[in-house]
């Protein structure tokens, strides 16, 4: 019997306790549920918070992508347009580089007209002094020819007017 009763007491302070635990686990279960509850509150809060925030970084990847085509467009065509004004430069600058040549031809041509005629002109100048000089020396002997002539003729005179008047 006292075994039974040991049996007893055992069982009824094994259930004692177990029910005494089971109250508390209910009281402490409720409360990790409320804190559960405001645990999965917070999360959901979260959650929506960053749903906004990850669709709203949808738009914005959405309008950078959109601005980037724009970009690569703008830049695509603003090299389109430099390449144009490159060919075109280049092209005004062959047809300057060919009128610098032609000009330069042309200036080496006028210049060998003007030596050519320069050196005519040099020697018609220097024909045309040796022509006065001995135009100027047949003149001046000439003249002088002439002179003495006249002062043979004048000496010739005087010695017959001196020989008269003697």
Do not use: C, P
Request: proline share 0%.
């Amino acid at each position: 019997m006292k075994r039974h009763l040991l049996a007893l007491v055992l069982l009824f302070a094994v259930s004692g306790s177990v029910s005494v635990q089971a109250q508390s686990k209910e009281a402490s279960d409720s409360a990790v549920i409320a804190q559960l509850k405001a645990d999965q509150y917070n999360q959901l809060k979260r959650l929506v918070y960053l749903e906004a925030a990850h669709n709203a970084m949808k738009l914005e990847v959405a309008a950078l992508a959109s601005q980037s085509d724009e970009t690569k467009a703008s830049v695509a065509e603003t090299l389109e347009r430099l390449a144009q004004s490159e060919r075109a430069i280049n092209a005004t600058l062959e047809a300057f580089a060919q009128k610098f040549d032609d000009q330069n031809a042309t200036i080496t041509e006028v210049q060998e007209v003007l030596d050519t005629k320069m050196n005519q002109m040099l020697l018609y100048i220097g024909v045309g002094i040796a022509a006065a000089l001995v135009l100027m020396f047949v003149v001046a002997r000439s003249a002088a020819a002439s002179a003495v002539k006249k002062h043979e003729v004048n000496w010739n005179a005087f010695q017959e007017h001196l020989l008269k008047s003697k």
